[in-house]
């Protein structure tokens, strides 16, 4: 197997924000080069970590109108969440791109934590995350994406770790992940 991988941290030349990048990713998916896309989307605009009452980042998105952004955002705060909305929209792209063309795909990203989730709290009620996003929610259901949530300290993490995943249907064998749970 070959593996590419498009990670900012690693190689900020591979941006997907970059519209080289994205166009010939975008075209090699559509073209069948891989046989599987894998996508952990950035979760920082996502996560709970913003919605602690201390001196941290501010709160960017909100359930269940504001999950694209917050109005009135501050100008650098509302500069995150429209670079990290082109970021959820390319990759969902470049999905669809490899799914028409016969590959199979997981998303990766953590769970909500707010109204409807298995692990709500009160404090979170608000919280939006990736898998709020229309155009996500919209791939999963055009493609049958199946859901599994796991703890991944079940599988060697050195912290809990909650996870989701939304894959293709044809990876039968993640269906059991969501037994992975740490105690």
């Not at 996500?136 to 199946?146: H, M, P």
Request: charged share 20%.
């Amino acid at each position: 197997w070959e593996a590419v991988e498009l990670d900012l941290c690693d190689a900020p030349w591979l941006d997907i924000l970059d519209n080289r990048v994205f166009e010939a990713m975008l075209l090699a998916c559509a073209q069948g080069a891989f046989d599987h896309v894998m996508l952990g989307i950035p979760c920082n605009s996502f996560s709970v970590a913003r919605m602690h009452e201390d001196d941290g980042p501010p709160q960017l998105r909100r359930r269940p109108h504001e999950v694209m952004g917050i109005e009135d955002l501050p100008p650098f705060a509302a500069s995150q969440v429209a670079s990290a909305n082109v970021i959820v929209e390319r990759s969902i792209r470049i999905a669809r791109a490899a799914a028409m063309s016969g590959a199979t795909w997981v998303i990766e990203n953590p769970p909500s934590r707010g109204a409807g989730s298995e692990r709500w709290q009160a404090r979170y009620h608000l919280h939006a995350s990736l898998w709020d996003v229309p155009c996500v929610q919209e791939f999963i259901s055009e493609f049958s994406g199946q859901v599994v949530r796991f703890d991944q300290c079940s599988m060697g993490g050195k912290w809990q770790k909650w996870t989701q995943l939304a894959y293709d249907r044809r990876l039968v064998a993640m269906d059991h992940w969501g037994a992975y749970r740490c105690s």
